[in-house]
T-cell receptor
Framework: DQQVKQNSPSLSVQEGRISILNCDYT??????FLWYKKYPAEGPTFLISISSIKDKNEDGRFTVFLNKSAKHLSLHIVPSQPGDSAVYFCAASARRGDDMRFGAGTRLTVKP | GAGVSQSPSNKVTEKGKDVELRCDPI?????LYWYRQSLGQGLEFLIYFQGNSAPDKSGLPSDRFSAERTGGSVSTLTIQRTQQEDSAVYLCASSSFGTGHGYTFGSGTRLTVV
């Protein structure tokens, strides 16, 4: 049962443009959401998070938007850089620190 | 240690053999998780340890899989009678409950069953 879904397996963007990665979830108990970034041969690293009391969280070039009614969140990267090329995983949990469910990941390629 | 350490980094085993994968979490982290990533797939939850509570084993795919965490620190994931479909990258992560910054992952163990 895939409770967290990332329907786009890959995304290609030109350097300097905006990258938008999308994530949908089905479990209404989820109230804490995170994005992880993974380079080849490395473990995923935490990127940004958002709790359900917010609809937006911004950290530098990275912004996460949450639409609870639609059970949808997105990660915006502006401007995109070639070093952002990686697999991005969306994750959700029913409470902060609880075990998370991950999406299948979206491979982002930023072309110079 | 400074990060989550997993060993071995790579393991090739023959079908039917047992394997043990080790995870050393960040010192002081009470929560420890095992995930696996099969080729082209997302991160699949396997098992979750939190302090002295009974582990959440709901993600273990079969009874050939087991895990233990000794002394609230090091964890070992054991796969008995390995099958080719067990080939994947096995990732361990730890967290300090309520940090708000999610997990810290190790680099994983790439298991290949031939």
């Amino acid at each position: 049962d895939q409770q967290v879904k990332q329907n786009s397996p890959s995304l290609s963007v030109q350097e300097g443009r905006i990258s938008i990665l999308n994530c949908d979830y089905t479990n209404s108990m989820f109230d804490y959401f995170l994005w992880y970034k993974k380079y080849p041969a490395e473990g995923p690293t935490f990127l940004i998070s958002i709790s359900s009391i917010k609809d937006k969280n911004e950290d530098g070039r990275f912004t996460v938007f949450l639409n609870k009614s639609a059970k949808h969140l997105s990660l915006h990267i502006v401007p995109s850089q070639p070093g952002d090329s990686a697999v991005y995983f969306c994750a959700a949990s029913a409470r902060r620190g609880d075990d998370m469910r991950f999406g299948a990941g979206t491979r982002l390629t930023v072309k110079p | 240690g400074a990060g989550v350490s997993q060993s071995p980094s790579n393991k090739v085993t023959e079908k039917g053999k047992d394997v043990e994968l080790r995870c050393d979490p960040i010192s002081g982290h009470t929560a420890l998780y095992w995930y696996r990533q099969s080729l082209g797939q997302g991160l699949e939850f396997l098992i979750y340890f939190q302090g002295n509570s009974a582990p959440d084993k709901s993600g273990l795919p079969s009874d050939r899989f087991s895990a233990e965490r000794t002394g609230g620190s090091v964890s070992t994931l054991t796969i008995q009678r390995t099958q080719q479909e067990d080939s994947a990258v096995y990732l361990c992560a730890s967290s300090s409950f309520g940090t708000g910054h999610g997990y810290t992952f190790g680099s994983g163990t790439r298991l290949t069953v031939v």
